[in-house]
């Protein structure tokens, strides 16, 4: 388990000091996917840092499996490295090594003997699909291919926690889809805890089970993905998670009802049930479903004009009689909302 316990860190420049984090406190199972979610400037990136100590706070406490990092020896401290791998942006790959070398150097500097580094680095390069390239050199490889054997080296050590620092956003889409899947499954395989950093919804929303969104070196707002992606309840978090909706609403000059379909009601035909009983003239500005934890979760953003008053009255008591989510996104108009 990950503790992190009122964290705070600041930096100096040269306008003076910048708080990147400010008293955060997020405790990560083991075991879990956690993402944390943010725009830039956010303190997501020194977070992740802060908790194998490449960034030292100034204050709190980073606990693992009991230990406070702050308080153990620079000895001890390279040890329990040893249990944290780390994934960067960038890959961070040595050009002069080859592909098999690269993913042996944790070992070296572990003091493993070499052809047991050898046999365990060649079994990683079989898990991450990368058997075939183990003596090519990282400028003869792509992008994708970079990042797996990145993750080949954060595994090497047989850690039991991995860290994702935008691992994913120098890469194409469907070579995203594939990192995030080996994620997925070495995480589910190999019991490993991923904790991922990125500034994409789509990211959490398809492979983390909790989310911690950061706003302004704080935790705006944590919770199950599920949770989130419906309901977002901070202004932030809905700016990550509703961009199409809000964009919608700047076109809105009526009542907006946003519906959730929260995995057991999306496939029954609420809408047209709706609008039957109802009687409400309604027109869809905004509609989207995906797949969250094996289930489908869809949101739809629903209009009615100004002066259909009494049919969303009787909308409200039908969908909260059918227990489906909904919030009344706006009731006024674009002229209106400026006055």
């Not at 705006?220 to 949770?227: H, I, P, R, S």
Request: aromatic share 4%.
């Amino acid at each position: 388990m990950i503790e992190l316990k009122n964290i705070s860190k600041t930096f100096t420049s040269k306008s003076g000091p910048i708080t990147a984090l400010e008293n955060i406190s997020i405790t990560i199972e083991d075991g879990e996917i956690f993402g944390i979610i943010g725009l830039s400037g956010a303190g997501k990136s020194t977070l992740v840092r802060c908790i194998n100590l490449l960034e030292r706070p100034d204050s709190g406490e980073v606990v693992i499996d009991g230990v406070n990092l702050m308080e153990v020896s620079k000895k001890e401290l390279l040890t329990i490295r040893q249990n944290i791998g780390m994934i960067f942006q960038g890959f961070n790959l040595l050009e002069q090594r080859n592909v098999l070398k690269n993913v042996t150097f944790p070992l070296e500097v572990a003091g493993w003997e070499k052809e047991k580094a050898k046999a365990r680095a060649l079994e990683l390069l079989e898990i991450v699909g990368l058997s075939d390239r183990a003596l090519s050199y990282p400028s003869q490889l792509s992008g994708g291919q970079k990042q797996r054997v990145a993750i080949a080296r954060a595994l090497a050590t047989n850690p039991k926690y991995i860290l994702c620092d935008e691992a994913t956003s120098a890469l194409d889409p469907n070579t995203t889809s594939s990192i995030l899947e080996l994620l997925r499954h070495i995480n589910k395989t190999m019991g490993v805890t991923v904790i991922i950093i990125t500034h994409e919804m789509d990211v959490i929303e398809r492979i983390c089970h909790r989310v911690a969104v950061l706003d302004k070196s704080h935790v705006a707002e944590m919770g199950y993905v599920t949770d989130v992606f419906t309901d977002p309840q901070s202004d932030i978090a809905r700016e990550l998670v509703l961009p199409k909706i809000l964009s919608a609403l700047d076109q809105t000059t009526g009542y907006a009802l946003r519906l959730v379909f929260n995995g057991e009601s999306s496939d029954k035909p609420i809408v047209s049930s709706l609008v039957t009983e109802c009687s409400a003239p309604v027109s869809i500005l905004f509609a989207d479903i995906k797949e969250l934890d094996g289930k489908n979760y869809g949101q739809m953003l629903i209009v009615l004009p100004r002066d259909a008053t009494e049919a969303l009255e009787k909308m409200c008591d039908w969908l909260t009689r059918n227990h489906v989510k909904f919030s009344m996104e706006t009731t006024l108009t674009r002229e209106e909302d400026k006055a």
